[in-house]
T-cell receptor, first 113, second 113 residues
Framework: SAVISQKPSRDICQRGTSLTIQCQVD?????MFWYRQQPGQSLTLIATANQGSEATYESGFVIDKFPISRPNLTFSTLTVSNMSPEDSSIYLC??????????FGQGTRLTVV | GENVEQHPSTLSVQEGDSAVIKCTYSDSASNYFPWYKQELGKRPQLIIDIRSNVGEKKDQRIAVTLNKTAKHFSLHITETQPEDSAVYFC????????????WGAGTKLIIKP
């Protein structure tokens, strides 16, 4: 199974600033997924990141707010831009292996004050 | 697109009893159905999955059943233990690493001592 290192694990940020979250995978993967999870809620897909192309965003999420980089097949970043308290949440990166099994990074708990 | 509904949202059972969580899906093309366990403050972890070519799969105290005709699948946990307390998510996809998982809303399982 894929091993994903995600950092930072948590951060407290001032409103109006930006935070970049990094995910490193121990194997090459075609697609990486970025999720947001509010406390006690399910996983909401923000975007899918393919290497060499622009990320595909889900309804309600836009590139200006959540720019994503995917420079190679083992690494991706998600930036939360111009943060407000409503952005306080847990952010998770994920990969799916060949048969569809998903594995997650340890998550980033973001608090915006 | 695919839609996954999960019930109940909260389930409280006595230690030693069985727990059953049910999910329905809408897209008949879906053929991969995993279950994830998420303990408080941790990332979701795959606990069992089933593909459309089988009706049931068992791994020690947990089992998953699939009814393709009715488009529903269930997670069964027998002889529940305190460490089973967590949030459980079902998901569905068309299988393979290029198809995103569609997630249920989650079930909070509480094991009463």
């Amino acid at each position: 199974s894929a091993v994903i290192s995600q950092k930072p694990s948590r951060d407290i940020c001032q409103r109006g600033t930006s935070l970049t979250i990094q995910c490193q995978v121990d194997s090459q993967v075609t697609m990486m997924f970025w999720y947001r999870q509010q406390p006690g809620q399910s996983l909401t897909l923000i975007a899918t990141a393919n290497q060499g192309s622009e990320a595909t965003y889900e309804s309600g999420f836009v590139i200006d707010k959540f720019p994503i980089s995917r420079p190679n097949l083992t690494f991706s970043t998600l930036t939360v831009s111009n943060m407000s308290p409503e952005d306080s949440s847990i952010y998770l990166c994920s990969v799916e292996e060949a048969q569809g099994e998903a594995f997650f990074g340890q998550g980033t708990r973001l608090t915006v004050v | 697109g695919e839609n996954v509904e999960q019930h109940p949202s909260t389930l409280s059972v006595q230690e030693g009893d069985s727990a059953v969580i049910k999910c329905t899906y809408s897209d008949s093309a879906s053929n991969y159905f995993p279950w994830y366990k998420q303990e408080l403050g941790k990332r979701p972890q795959l606990i069992i999955d089933i593909r459309s070519n089988v009706g049931e799969k068992k791994d020690q105290r947990i089992a998953v059943t699939l009814n393709k005709t009715a488009k529903h699948f269930s997670l069964h946990i027998t002889e529940t233990q305190p460490e089973d307390s967590a949030v459980y998510f079902c998901a569905a996809s068309k299988g393979g690493s290029n198809y995103q998982l569609i997630w249920g809303a989650g079930t909070k399982l509480i094991i009463k001592p």
